[in-house]
């Protein structure tokens, strides 16, 4: 992995994470780290209304698996269009989970961002999907891809992957 600063003063954070904002402990706490720099949301959902103008998909159905699957695809492709639109060279993308990452890092690499990979839970393990062997390596691909990446512990994360990485 590349060294990443994250002390580019100009630079802003594009947080993308597949919950509405103030849903999420984890996203408000990389907010409050990022918080000198400006932070820019992309959610799935309404949560808090003074953020629904970060909300990248409004509709986030309450029932019903097919339509949950439909949304969560259409939130992952317009993730990516999100991230372009708002992220410039040197900013940062922060992708909470494989789900943001797995386009929205390559908007990022477009656009010359850093990025910032958070697994807190591997997806291969967290969401009920078929070919676990496929999603693990692909999560262990954006892994490598990004500037900065931020695990479980490292106890933890050895029982997910067959290696720590560096």
Known sequence: MREVSIECSPCKVLILRALPWGADSRALRWATIYSPRPIRWGCWGTHAS??????????????????????YVAFIVMSFFYA???????DILLCI???????????AKLRGAKIHYDMADPFFLAKPAPCRTFWKNLEAWCIRMAD???????????????????
């Open 97 to 107: 989970d494989l789900e943001t990452a797995l386009l929205g890092m390559f908007a």
């Open 148 to 166: 900065l990446a931020t695990a479980p512990h490292e106890s933890r994360f050895k029982l997910f992957f067959a290696k720590q990485p560096s």
């Open 84 to 90: 372009i639109k708002h992220l410039r060279r040197g």
């Open 50 to 71: 003074e953020h629904q103008d970060e909300v990248i998909l409004r509709w986030r159905p309450s029932i019903g698996y097919a339509h949950f699957v439909i949304g």
